[in-house]
């Protein structure tokens, strides 16, 4: 039976999209479903602040009337202002073993890029590199954690059969809290914490919106030579305050100061896929509300994520603060500890990014799951 792909709308009705996403992950031991109502309202225009400089579509493959897979397009104007390379996105690219159906939703997202001008096409990014990215090609034992997809094994021979080619790997890294600190670390915290002007600040929840736009305007700072990056806008830092007050453990998201002035940041959450595991992505049943709101704010989890870290540029090649960056992840364990965590998947970080991964290798993390970007040409052929 031949493969049938249709359109939706974000915003309009999307209940076929939102359900490919459990035809597809469902059956996998290791998938936590996102909680349905964060994805819708990342789906909405009318409630993420991203859509304001950006277009989305999504599709859907059906083969003999049943739902077989589902992928997104998306043009992303930040991007192109910042990097200029005519490139738009796929995402939320998630079929079941079929590789025509995979072809298919491809060319789709690619046909709708290229009307629109785009002459690359390259994800997956759900929908933004600030969101969630790649295609997990290692690791699939590993639940996915907050914030983070997980994919079928067969997912990335099936974007390479429909003509993608890797172009980045992003690593994520365990890191065992219980361990005891590397003795570099020790120094470097011991080092830090001697100079008086140097103190370590949680982040306030009261006043999230204020404390987020710092962590932001530091993350814009220190995060903008990266490879993809696009700053996040005023309103995405808003909505994301907004998003990030009932997540937010205070004791593991802080800042460092100098002198009373933030000059680096370190946002870790709770892994909310911990606690969310068993209620499968629904949360508008009162029973797993309370469950999920009993597990993030009393008996807590025992997993967090490090999202981001970052020091202002400023400081780079300063020798008196070369310790900060080693010290503040032993700040982060020393909290960690305090709280009762056990282990955090520090990342995603870029395969290339040498002084970061050499740092969390000092600091005795390790590789356990790695996803992957794809890219395809797909610009008109001159004749």
């Known amino acids: 039976m031949a493969v049938h792909i249709r359109e939706h709308r974000p915003g309009g009705d999307i209940k076929d999209f939102l359900r490919a996403g459990y035809i597809v ?41 049943k739902l077989v897979g589902r992928c997104s397009a998306q043009i992303d104007r930040e991007h192109l202002r910042v990097h200029g390379d005519d490139a738009g996105f796929f995402g939320f690219f998630d079929t079941l073993d079929d590789q025509e159906a995979a072809t298919a939703l491809l060319e789709a997202a690619a046909n709708w890029l290229r009307e629109r001008g785009m ?16 295609l997990l090609v290692d690791g699939f034992e590993h639940p996915n954690v907050v914030m983070m997809p997980q994919s079928r094994s067969w997912q990335a021979a099936l974007a390479e059969g429909a003509g993608l080619s890797g172009i980045k790997d992003l690593l994520s890294w365990r890191y065992d809290v219980t361990a005891e600190l590397p003795a570099r670390a ?3 915290w011991e080092q830090i914490d001697a100079l008086p002007e140097v103190t370590f600040r949680s982040v306030r929840r009261k006043k999230m919106h ?35 007050k009932l997540l937010i453990d ?24 911990e606690a969310s ?21 009393v008996s807590g989890t025992r997993s967090a994520r490090l999202i981001l870290l970052g020091i202002r540029t400023e400081l780079r090649g300063v020798k008196k603060y070369g310790a900060l960056s080693t010290a503040i992840y032993a700040e982060l364990v020393r909290r960690g500890r305090a709280k009762g965590y056990e282990w955090a998947e520090l990342g995603w970080t870029l395969e290339d990014n040498q002084p970061i ?17 794809y890219e395809k040409n797909i610009e008109e052929p001159t004749l």
């Open 25 to 65: 992950l469902g059956d996998d031991p290791s998938w936590v479903a996102p909680l349905t109502t964060e994805v819708e309202g990342l789906l909405n225009p009318g409630k993420n602040p991203f859509f304001k400089h950006a277009e989305a579509t999504l599709f859907t493959a059906w083969r003999g009337g």
């Open 119 to 134: 002459k690359a096409m390259r994800g997956p990014f759900n929908l933004s590199i600030n969101h969630e990215c790649g």
């Open 186 to 188: 020790k120094r470097a």
């Open 210 to 244: 204020d404390e987020l736009k710092i962590v932001l305007e530091i993350f814009n700072d220190a995060w903008q030579h990266n490879w993809g990056f696009v700053p996040l806008t005023d309103a995405e830092i808003s909505k994301t305050a907004e998003d990030m």
């Open 250 to 273: 205070e004791d593991i998201a802080f800042f460092a100061e100098i002198n009373g002035r933030p000059v680096a940041m370190c946002v870790c959450v709770p892994n909310l896929n």
């Open 277 to 297: 595991r068993d209620i499968g992505g629904k949360i508008m049943n009162p029973i797993n509300a309370l469950k999920l709101l009993w597990r993030l704010k």
């Open 357 to 373: 991964n050499l740092g969390i290798r000092a600091m005795r993390g390790r590789v356990y799951k790695t996803y992957r970007l």
